[in-house]
């Protein structure tokens, strides 16, 4: 199955400079940059979310993880939730479950992008299907996707520092006591 016909056809009107690539099927966003050789931080891994007021797509590299409150904020809804199956099914109904491009402006979807996506030129992304990838400049899907911006993404990469200032082994060991100004330790006599 080659690429979607609506993202095609949007690239292709818009002049947008893209490439389509082929690869074995995979189905998670590890997998598929893996198997696309793109770095996690530039495939574009969309997630469906459901809210009081419809569904929405967060868009955000594949070596994170969604904060769902954030989302939550940033959408300013009531409520949030992952979409189901069926939900993604009736969204997007000419592409493959868990297959979506990051474009749902193309279904009347609005669209949510974390900040951390602009830091690469170019993104990749999928295209309709779990065998093909498309590669393009992220600006061209921002000015494509007009996706509002915002910061969601947790993980590894995104952790917070601790809240505590890390000390030296110099510093910690000036803090123990020495052995010998340590009370020895006192036994209480077991009561009968």
């Given at each position: ?78 409520t949030l939730r992952l979409a189901s199956e069926s939900e ?31 830091e690469a030129e170019e993104i990749a992304c999928n295209a ?65």
């Open positions: 199955m080659a690429i979607s016909a609506r993202l095609k056809a949007l690239l292709d009107a818009q002049h947008v400079k893209y490439t389509a690539q082929s690869h074995p099927t995979v189905y998670t966003a590890q997998e598929i940059a893996a198997a696309a050789h793109v770095p996690g931080r530039q495939l574009a891994k969309c997630v469906l979310v459901k809210t009081e007021k419809g569904v929405a797509v967060a868009v955000l590299p594949a070596i994170f993880r969604v904060d769902l409150k954030k989302v939550k904020a940033l959408l300013k809804a009531k993604i099914k009736q969204a997007f109904p000419d592409v493959e479950v868990g297959a979506m491009s990051p474009f749902g402006n193309l279904y009347n979807i609005p669209v949510i992008a974390d900040k951390s996506l602009a309709g299907t779990h065998t093909e990838t498309v590669t393009l400049r992220y600006r061209d899907f921002e000015r494509l996707a007009k996706p509002r911006l915002g910061t969601f993404a947790q993980g590894i990469a995104r952790s917070r520092p601790s809240s505590k200032p890390k000390t030296s082994t110099k510093t910690q060991a000036a803090r123990r006591p020495s052995k010998r100004s340590r009370k020895p330790a006192t036994r209480k006599a077991p009561h009968r």
